[in-house]
């Protein structure tokens, strides 16, 4: 029987293991926006999260996904 091996979340510089998620102010701070901003755009759907006993957490690549939807809004208008 053998195993599998596990892919580790990439490191830091520093080494220790990138975030895979962020809490809202995190996600705020990315998108360089404030963090009430950033729950409107939670609780209308534009930006990915998730509940995780009580505590709100936004996937690390859902504010590049946000970004992505909105550049390609924009073109094309």
Do not use: F, N, Q, W
């Not at 404030?34 to 936004?58: A, H, Q």
């Amino acid at each position: 029987m053998s195993i599998a091996p596990v892919d580790l979340a990439p490191l830091t510089e520093d080494g220790h293991p990138l975030p895979v998620l962020l809490t809202v102010e995190e996600a705020a701070r990315c998108l360089r926006i404030g963090r009430t901003t950033c729950y409107v755009l939670i609780r209308t759907g534009e930006l990915e999260s998730l509940t995780i006993r009580g505590l709100r957490r936004v996937p690390a690549d859902a504010p590049a996904a946000y970004l992505a939807r909105r550049r390609a809004e924009h073109r094309a208008v």
